[in-house]
């Protein structure tokens, strides 16, 4: 299972670490690191990241945004990035994000007609992507939403917290392990 995990220059290195620690757990995980060129991406903390993978290059089961404020606010005007992502969470098996990630998914139109949740700065941002912003906790099934052929992962982990998101992807992991999952956001 390819987990592709969305790098850009300034983003929240616990948004990525402690979900791709959880993901790991799933039956033969390989991780792989996206920017639009291949190489260093700094994150918000200092610690730089390698980019194994292009935009042109990686075709992956589950795609990972992490989140940020600044670098990621622009991005939500980056066509390159926004097509990207809507073209790869079209493919992928599974579509996640953490913290304020789920702006990139719905800039990207990935979100439309769902409730999604993000940090609480960022929540009522949503509704501008067709997302109905929620600052509900998620427990059980009761944050699923679902149609025909997919379903999202409304809101997991504290709405108010990334930090507690990622490591909380845990649960889910073992959720998503035992069902047959097209999509969730966190």
């Given at each position: ?44 903390s ?17 795609l ?7 670098g ?17 969470g ?25 409730k ?5 700065y ?37 709405p ?27």
């Amino acid at each position: 299972m390819k987990i592709l995990s969305l790098v850009f220059p300034g983003f929240t290195f616990i948004d990525l670490a402690a979900p791709i620690q959880a993901l790991m757990m799933l039956p033969e995980a390989k991780s792989q690191v996206v920017w639009q060129k291949k190489g260093v991406v700094a994150s918000d903390s200092g610690v730089d990241v390698h980019a194994t993978e292009d935009f042109q290059s990686c075709c992956p089961d589950i795609l990972f945004v992490p989140g940020n404020s600044l670098g990621l606010f622009k991005l939500l005007q980056d066509d390159r990035t926004l097509d990207f992502i809507a073209d790869i969470g079209s493919r992928a098996t599974w579509v996640t994000s953490v913290c304020s990630g789920s702006l990139l998914l719905g800039a990207a139109g990935l979100l439309k007609g769902y409730k999604a949740a993000s940090h609480w700065y960022a929540r009522e941002q949503l509704s501008l992507f067709g997302a109905i912003p929620t600052d509900a906790r998620s427990k059980s099934g009761d944050g699923w939403r679902h149609d025909s052929w997919r379903r999202f992962w409304a809101c997991l982990g504290r709405p108010d917290s990334g930090r507690t998101s990622g490591p909380e992807l845990r649960t889910l992991v073992r959720i998503c392990a035992a069902t047959s999952v097209r999509y969730w956001a966190t």
